[in-house]
């Protein structure tokens, strides 16, 4: 997603399944990070517990919508949830 400022908009989701408590809560918001081939096959990229960047079954998530001055305050947490290394983007 591109916005007027031509700068990559970030988007969020909320976990409301997993298979793998380890890797994603329930409850939790995680940063979705820009893939349209998993998107194609029903799946979202996120930053999960680990602080890693995984695939996982889009019907895990609920899409939120932060606006920009709430997604900055997220990403600049150092909790690894919600964050990613490319949280840079939309400083």
């Known amino acids: 997603m591109i916005n007027k400022c031509n700068k990559v908009s970030t988007r969020f989701a909320v976990c ?17 990070l820009p893939d349209d081939n998993a998107e194609k ?3 979202l990229r996120v930053i999960d517990n680990e602080g890693e960047s995984y695939l ?4 895990y998530f609920v899409l ?3 606006p920009h001055p709430i997604q900055k305050v997220i990403l ?3 909790v690894p949830v ?3 290394v ?5 400083a």
């Not at 399944?17 to 979705?32: E, F, H, I, N, S």
């Not at 996982?56 to 019907?59: K, L």
């Not at 490319?86 to 939309?90: G, M």
């Open 56 to 59: 996982h079954p889009a019907r």
């Open 16 to 32: 409301v399944d997993t298979d793998d408590p380890d890797l994603l809560t329930a409850g939790m918001g995680y940063q979705v």
């Open 64 to 66: 939120v919508d932060f």
């Open 82 to 84: 919600m964050r990613s």
């Open 76 to 78: 600049r947490t150092n």
């Open 41 to 43: 096959s029903d799946y």
């Open 86 to 90: 490319a949280s840079e983007l939309i």
